[in-house]
DNA sequence: TACCTGAATATGTAATACTTAATGCAGCTG
DNA sequence: CAGCTGCATTAAGTATTACATATTCAGGTA
């Protein structure tokens, strides 16, 4: 006999309790049902009673939607769907101190790869006023005494280059996981002694200006070798 | 009094619930006491009577916790912290159908940027034996007959590649975008013939095989030019 | 010692009642 | 008739209570 309770022990982790499948099934519903940002969706009441649950349970559920920004609800109009941010959810995630260490470098790494990738956006979309800002930047970094004072220049250079891409998720993105990357940065920069690559951020404005889309890549990558070679 | 009321009529958006706000809490809780993963918080009850409010509340706010992988519970010990799969948000949000238009267009863009930038990781990481399944893709995919099949070798490859990265968050991220990719390059489809970019799967290959990390950033932008030139 | 049993405990679910805000309708007033 | 007032209605937000279920632990028995 405790050989079958044996065997049984390695199933009850796929426990799903009812706001779980509540929840599975509002998405479905709304799926199947094409059901698009504005249009309204069932009661509370009517929702617990069509499901056989209680209207607590579907509460847990609709309350998980609603942090997504799936749904919004009104006292008297009932619940609307609506566009979610698709980084919403990541948001809620991050937060460098929860994250462990490996995962950390991991998103320290995909920023690596954007940054590398980002060229051909930054040459079909930037502007004449955005690259000066770029300028401004370069030159505030140059005045700069303190370390301080350097590295908010170059955390500004990098957050303009994604702004300049032209893509409201991309920006997002980097926003939300501008914090790990300070985390790191701040990490890495005790190991040796902010080394810098032999690309300066002058040199790449220089390449913006220049229209050098084959240069971007190989250009970045050398900037941030310093961090590549930790990797 | 018109006047007034139309003053007012701007703020009442920032309407907070209970469950909002015992969220919010628990987030500082976590953080503030740097509770770690595995480590025990505190029973519903209890939090519900230390921060005065019904138990239904409370259950609310960890129901949201407990979806995004930041907790688990079980029927008597409690509840314990656990290490959140960062990606997780994302996958509960994204949805072909329910975003719109420009998000996946957003997104789509997003893919080509990593692709890209993934050299470094490529070729820091990549062994033997997966550019033995690169070579094995790209057989396949001269071999294929039916436009079906050669889709899916194009699929296959490119995620072979994010597997060869070496970077699990980074490969899970693809994983979630990849129903928005196949949503795009299906819509791509119906506007030009499948036009290929110069620089083809074998190609790529060859790169990764020469060890020539300067000249990948390249090659998989021209590889992607069709894409590209659809920004 | 090994096994069974039952009490204690914390989460999961249900049911009910009340509060609050928004909406609409009806009726009143000028 | 127009416009305002106020009441009824509706649906979400909150609270309370009760019970179900599963897990842990302690204590008793062979």
Redesign the pocket.
């Known amino acids: 006999m405790s050989i079958e309770k044996d065997l049984f022990k390695l199933k ?1 982790i796929a426990y799903t ?3 779980d499948q509540v929840e599975n099934h509002l998405r479905e519903y709304i799926i199947k049902r094409s059901i698009k940002p504005g249009d309204p969706i069932p ?3 009517e929702i617990a009673q069509a499901l ?6 579907v ?1 847990e559920a ?1 309350s998980r939607l609603r942090m997504l920004g799936m749904i919004e ?7 609307i769907l609506t566009q979610p941010d698709v980084m919403k959810g990541l948001e809620l995630i991050i937060h460098p101190t929860i994250l462990d260490e490996s995962v950390r470098k991991q998103l320290f790494e995909l920023r690596l790869v954007l940054e590398v990738g980002l060229g051909d956006l930054l040459f079909r979309r930037k502007t004449e006023e955005q690259l000066k800002k770029l300028d401004a930047i370069v030159e505030r970094e140059q005045k700069a005494t303190t370390q301080i004072e350097r590295i908010r220049c170059e955390v500004d250079f990098h957050s303009m280059l994604y702004e300049m891409a032209g893509n409201e998720t991309l920006h997002r993105f980097q926003d939300i996981l501008m914090p790990v990357f300070e985390y790191v940065v701040e990490y890495e920069s005790k190991l040796d002694h902010t080394s810098v690559g032999s690309v300066t951020h002058a040199d790449l404005v220089k390449i913006l200006y220049a229209n050098n889309a084959e240069a971007y890549p190989n250009a970045m990558r050398k900037h941030l070798m310093p961090h590549l070679d930790h990797l």
């Open positions: 009850p309790t009812m706001a009661k509370e009441t056989g649950v209680s209207r607590n349970v509460r609709l609800s009104r006292k008297k109009r009932g619940m």
